[in-house]
Every structure is written in structure tokens, then in C-alpha cells.
């Protein structure tokens, strides 16, 4: 990358505390494509100056799957451990790429000790929005084209977070069509829950194929999202009706940085 | 004056049994373990107000909606017609209302027609959607034969109760006009004044029916209280406390699990010394491991099917349906409390939730994607029970699907839920 990603452990060494620690997340830290997001996400904070971190090697998994699989003794494990990192370096604030981490953090960790204002990298850009830091010019044009949004069911249903995400659509002359299956009523991309680790139980199909029915019937040429794990579902999703170059899924934070030209 | 001792037995036989079985539902839903929901009272019944009374988790599905907006609204109000007929039953009067209300009564009357044709209808409409439209929600593995009658007795019934008390009042009325014997003139019948031509123009005949069918619908009214406790529909009860009891918290927060962290916090800081606190399973093998809220829900479901047919394991053809969960979990709570009742408290047949009645493929078809939670008219949450026995399976029989073991394995290792290096976490800065 461009710029330096600043760490938490470096910044304390200079005796600095960032306004935000941007929380990646093992999606945003390990997968390719959410590697990508990642650096849009730094980019997005970077260009408006927000001063932030990440824990880089310091982070571990939030324990979100281990939670949702059952094993609540591996996600307190993990919880105590990143509660003890965090309140180390005296965290107040916390911005996540991921709505699974952003879930935990925010209303699991404080039963633990844990207690930060975290948002979600879409309601970062909402606020940026709102606060004319971040506009729609100088990238690339979305005129025309087509856009719907997919409901993370964690940001969503899970944490009633619905507007923030089409707020960054809505900047972008653009048309942002809804889905059949939208908002409250949004379905599931089939990654929740620790599916994303193991098969599918047997059944007639796959989960994020019935999904691709809905975003085939909006027309749309491009699926937005704001989750590593729809991410891959979606992808996946595409690639099995052979649409890969009709449509095409991207982040919030991606679309942002395309349309900022950053 | 035999008429007013019979009805006063009936009356209080039918209210001595319900009460009797509403005591033995209350009893198992108290099997459950305990979870406190008495903080935010002023919340509590802002939630019951909007979503028990005002119903507005149904609107979803405009025309099941309006149809049962007209049967809750015809239910309730009807009900003050039935106080008149209990006043008039006990004491050997008739329409006592009419002298009290004067041309109030015959709006009041005229209002309950109006309202009983509207629920006649609707309940028509129901029972067309469901055994003649045949919709895919009223299917399902777990729709078998009890069921599916269950809802058409209860239809069937509704119809029988409004159409007794439209003819009760179609005779009133013919009675009315003959001015025969106590039958005063009181009351309007928009609706049944279009029934009254099919009735017989003797008055003996016409007394006949009146009684007959103010009988039938009084008794039929008390016998239907008491099929309450055995059926889907004694939502119409539990609805209310159920939202006021519900899950304040955002969905995606589950439970935490305090007896665990005791244990965490022992592992990580020797010197450490927990709460001594209770000893119990980890999560749910059987209905008495789960919360009385999980069990007042079981016994809160209607059945309407909302849950499953918005679920995406469900849609796609897997074994799950969170509406079974719901049945499944009632009804073994159901032959809980029949084993204590013949055998004693601390009978235990060989029998469990997980495995005799939930099994553990439909468990692990769930994606936790909260679309149940967010789909039910009266906040039932089928995903806690879920959770709750996967946590069963996991920590105390460690007996989660292979390739979720390899997950916790890594996320134990490596802090991620793949085969990577914490060490390699900031490798995704260097890249592009």
C-alpha cells in the first residue's frame, strides 16, 4: 500500500492514542478478497484524516463462529484475550470491516469487561457523508448502472443497522434497487451461524443460489454488500449462474473508494 | 330458576377446569430454568402494547392480517356480549344491558353483527387457505395430523359459536316484531334481520331457537375456553405476557454463559476463585434445561409457519424448520409434565429433546440469520433453543461436525478460524 498502516503497538510506543482502532477482522486480515477491503477501508480513513490503528498481529479472532457453532468456552477465551489487548491500549472507539466482529465487540464483550463505541465501516461512511468529509466525485462514475444492496444479517436484523449502507449507495447517481428480500425481511447469504467452515446440510440447493434469484430479478449490475462472508457467498453465487460479467459484488467501502478515486 | 342452577354449574365447572389446566401449563412452563425479564418495565409494555395489542408484526402479511385483525377485534369485543349472556344466565334475565345502555344497546348489538359476520368470513377464508388453496406455509414435516386439525377445529368452531349467535339474535329479533312474552324490543340486527326470514314465523318454535341456540353458544363458549390449553390457540392467552417478556436486546446478542466465564476466568488467572454457582449441563439436552421463556414460548405458538417459511435453511430444502423446534419443544415439555403427573416429580423416562424429538441435522442447518426471531407476530425466539442445544452437543459432548472442530481448532491455535499465522495478520498492508 500507498500509505503506512499504523499499529496500535507502534503508536503507544510514540506515546500516542489514534481516535479509532480499525478492527479487520480474520476475513479482512487472511482472505484475498477481503484484503482488498481492508486497504479500502485504510484508504477511506486515511483520505479523510481520521487518526487510527489497527492491532495487526496483536488481533485475534472476535469468536463470533466458535459462539454461533456452540463452543462458548473458545469464544470467551478469545473474548477475555482481545478484551485484555483492547482495554490495554486504552480503546474508546472501534471500527469494524466485518458485521460479525462488529456484533461481538459490540454487545457480547461488555458482559466480559469489554465496553467500546463500535461501529460498522458503512456507518463510518455514513457519518463521514453527513459531515461533507466524504462525497461522490473525482472517481470512477456509477451513472446508470444498477445497484442493490444485500443485507448482512448481522448488521441488519442482528443490530437493526439498515440505512447506513444505502446511504453510501444513495451518493452515487445512481439507481439503488431493492431486493424482493430486503432489510428486516432480508435472506440470509448461507455463511451465518459457522456455515461458512463446514458443508451445507443436505438439501435441494444451496443458499446463496436462492439468493442469486432475487438479485437476478432486480436487474441489477452490481450487488452491493458490507460482509466478508456474503462476500464469498455472493461471489460464489455468481459464478454458478455464469453472471460474472454481468454482475458484478462489491463493498460498500469499495464502491466508496472507486467513486472518490482514492 | 333450573336454568339459571345448570348454567351456574356449567359455569363454574367449565372455570374450575380451565383454571385447573392453565395451573398445570403454568407449572411446566416453571420447569424451566430461570432468566430474569422483570428490568425495563416501562419498555415491557410499550412492546406488549404495539406488538400483542396493536399487532403490528403481522402487517407483513396484509391479507392474513386484516382478516385476523377482524377475528382479534370481533374475539374481544364479542366478549362483552358474552358478560351480558353470563349476567342474564345467572340471574334468569334477558338483554339486562338494554335497560341500562338504552339506544346505546342497539348500537352496541348492532356493532357485535357486524363484527360476528366479519369473523364468520374471515374464519371461512382461513380455513379455504388451508384446505383448499392448500399455502405451502400451513405444510411441513412437522404439520401432521393433530395439527392440521387443531386449526380447522378451531375455525370450525368460531364459525359454529358466530353463526349460533346470529341466529340467537335473527329469532330475538322475529320475537321482537311478534312481541312475544319477555322478548322486549331491544337491540338492532343489521346482520340477522337478513337471517330471520329463514326462520320458522311461530313464536314457541322461535323461543326454541333463541334458547337453543343461546345455549349452545354460552356452552360452546366455555367448552372452547377449555380446548384452549390443548391447542395452538391458547396464543390468544399467552401472547401478551410472551411480548412482554420478550428479548429486549439486539438480536444478534446471545446469551452469555456466566457459568462458563467463571471457568475461563479460572483458566487464564489461576489465583482466580469463582462464585460458587450451581452445577448444570451446559446448554439444552432436555426442555428443563431451557429457560421458562423458551417454554412460555412453546406454548405460545400458533403454528402460523411464518418462522419457516421465511428460513433459510428451510427454503433451500434442509431438515430445519423453526416452527418444529417451537412444536417439538411443547410437546415434550407436555410429556414432561404428564410424567410428573403420573409418576411423580422425579420420574425420568429415557427420553430427551435433542435426538427423540429435535435431531441433530436440523440443528446444524441453522444459520442464526435471526429471520425467525424477526418474522414472529408474537417474538418467539426459535434461535435461542437452537444455540442452546448446539451448546450442548459441543461442550459436553464435543460433538460438533469435523470440519467445525477444525475450525475451534485453529481459532485455538492461531486465532483464526483458518490455517493462518497470527504472524502473517498484517501481511494484507503490504500487498497492492
Not at chain 1, 481492508?38 to 487510527?52: A, E, Q
Not at chain 1, 450487488?223 to 460479467?245: I, N, R, Y
Not at chain 2, 400458533?302 to 412444536?327: D, F, Q
Request: glycine share 8%.
Amino acid at each position: 500500500m500507498e500509505q503506512k498502516i499504523p499499529t496500535m503497538a507502534e503508536m503507544a510506543a510514540e506515546g500516542k492514542e489514534p481516535e479509532i482502532l480499525f478492527w479487520v477482522g480474520c476475513a479482512g486480515s487472511f482472505d484475498e478478497r477481503a484484503q482488498k477491503i481492508t486497504r479500502d477501508i485504510c484508504k477511506i480513513l486515511h483520505h479523510v484524516g481520521i487518526s487510527y490503528a489497527v492491532l495487526g498481529t496483536e488481533e485475534s479472532c472476535t469468536g463470533d463462529p466458535a459462539k454461533r457453532a456452540g463452543n462458548e468456552f473458545l469464544f470467551q477465551m478469545q473474548a477475555m484475550v482481545n478484551i485484555e489487548v483492547l482495554n490495554g491500549y486504552n480503546i474508546k472507539k472501534i471500527v469494524t470491516g466485518c458485521p460479525h466482529c462488529f456484533n461481538t465487540i459490540r454487545n457480547e464483550y461488555p458482559g466480559l469487561g469489554g465496553t467500546y463505541e463500535v461501529i460498522h465501516h458503512t456507518q463510518l461512511i455514513q457519518s463521514l457523508i453527513d459531515e461533507g468529509k466524504l462525497k461522490a466525485e473525482g472517481g470512477e462514475s456509477f451513472k446508470g448502472r444498477k445497484i442493490t444492496f444485500h443485507d448482512p444479517c448481522y448488521l441488519g436484523r442482528g443490530n437493526n443497522v439498515y440505512e447506513a449502507p444505502r446511504a453510501a449507495l444513495e451518493i452515487l447517481d445512481t439507481e439503488l434497487v431493492e431486493m424482493k428480500r430486503c432489510k428486516s425481511n432480508g435472506l440470509c447469504c448461507g455463511a451465518g451461524g459457522a456455515q461458512m467452515f463446514k458443508e451445507p446440510e443436505p438439501g435441494k440447493k444451496d443458499i446463496n443460489d436462492e439468493r442469486m434469484l432475487d438479485v437476478l430479478e432486480t436487474g441489477a449490475q452490481i450487488v452491493a454488500s458490507g460482509c466478508p462472508f456474503c462476500m464469498t457467498m455472493l461471489t460464489d453465487g455468481v459464478k454458478h449462474m455464469e453472471k460474472e460479467q454481468e454482475i458484478k459484488v462489491l463493498d460498500i467501502a469499495e464502491i466508496t473508494v472507486r467513486a472518490n478515486g482514492l | 330458576m333450573v336454568g339459571q342452577v345448570i348454567f351456574i354449574i356449567i359455569l363454574l365447572g367449565a372455570v374450575y377446569l380451565f383454571g385447573k389446566n392453565v395451573a398445570k401449563v403454568r407449572r411446566n412452563i416453571l420447569l424451566g430454568r430461570d432468566t430474569d425479564r422483570s428490568d425495563r418495565p416501562a419498555e415491557r409494555w410499550a412492546i406488549m402494547a404495539k406488538v400483542a395489542l396493536g399487532q403490528t408484526k403481522m402487517v407483513k402479511r396484509p391479507v392474513a392480517a386484516v382478516m385476523h385483525f377482524f377475528i382479534y377485534v370481533g374475539f374481544v369485543i364479542i366478549n362483552l356480549e358474552v358478560l351480558e349472556i353470563m349476567i342474564d344466565g345467572i340471574f334468569g334475565s334477558h338483554r339486562i344491558f338494554s335497560k341500562l345502555l338504552g339506544s346505546l344497546y342497539g348500537l352496541l348489538i348492532g356493532g357485535f353483527e357486524i363484527l360476528a359476520l366479519l369473523v364468520l368470513v374471515s374464519c371461512v377464508v382461513f380455513l379455504a387457505r388451508r384446505n383448499i388453496l392448500k399455502l405451502k406455509r400451513f405444510s411441513g414435516i412437522e404439520m401432521t395430523v393433530w395439527p392440521k386439525s387443531d386449526a380447522n377445529y378451531i375455525l370450525t368452531i368460531e364459525i359454529l359459536l358466530m353463526t349460533a349467535f346470529l341466529t340467537m339474535n335473527a329469532a330475538d329479533y322475529k320475537l321482537q316484531l311478534l312481541h312475544f312474552g319477555h322478548y322486549v324490543q331491544a337491540g338492532s340486527f343489521p346482520v340477522s334481520e337478513f337471517i330471520s326470514p329463514l326462520l320458522p314465523s311461530g313464536a314457541n318454535a322461535l323461543a326454541n331457537i333463541e334458547r337453543g341456540c343461546w345455549w349452545f353458544h354460552i356452552i360452546g363458549i366455555l367448552a372452547f375456553l377449555n380446548y384452549l390449553p390443548y391447542s395452538k390457540h391458547f396464543h390468544i392467552l399467552l401472547a401478551f405476557p410472551n411480548v412482554y417478556y420478550s428479548n429486549l436486546k439486539p438480536k444478534g446478542e446471545f446469551t452469555d454463559m456466566a457459568s462458563v466465564t467463571n471457568e475461563v476466568k479460572a483458566m487464564l488467572n489461576p489465583s482466580f476463585v469463582p462464585e460458587a454457582t450451581e452445577v448444570s449441563r451446559f446448554g439444552v439436552k432436555d426442555v428443563t434445561d431451557l429457560s421458562w421463556k423458551n417454554l412460555m414460548e412453546a406454548y405460545t405458538c400458533t403454528e402460523c409457519g411464518r418462522c419457516t417459511s421465511v428460513c433459510p435453511a428451510n427454503i433451500t430444502g434442509k431438515l430445519l424448520s423453526p416452527r418444529k423446534i417451537m412444536m417439538d419443544t411443547r410437546d415434550r415439555l407436555v410429556e414432561v409434565g404428564n410424567n410428573i403427573d403420573k409418576h411423580g416429580k422425579d420420574h425420568t423416562d429415557d427420553k430427551t429433546l435433542l435426538d427423540n424429538y429435535i435431531t441433530r441435522e436440523e440443528l446444524w442447518a441453522c444459520t442464526t440469520c435471526n429471520a425467525c426471531v424477526e418474522a414472529c407476530p408474537v417474538n418467539i425466539n426459535p434461535l435461542e433453543i437452537i444455540t442452546e442445544m448446539r451448546r450442548y452437543m459441543v461442550m459436553e459432548e464435543s460433538q460438533a461436525p469435523a470440519s467445525l472442530n477444525n475450525m475451534f481448532g485453529n481459532m485455538e491455535n492461531n486465532g483464526a478460524p483458518w490455517k493462518y499465522s497470527q504472524a502473517d495478520r498484517l501481511n494484507w498492508a503490504e500487498k497492492e
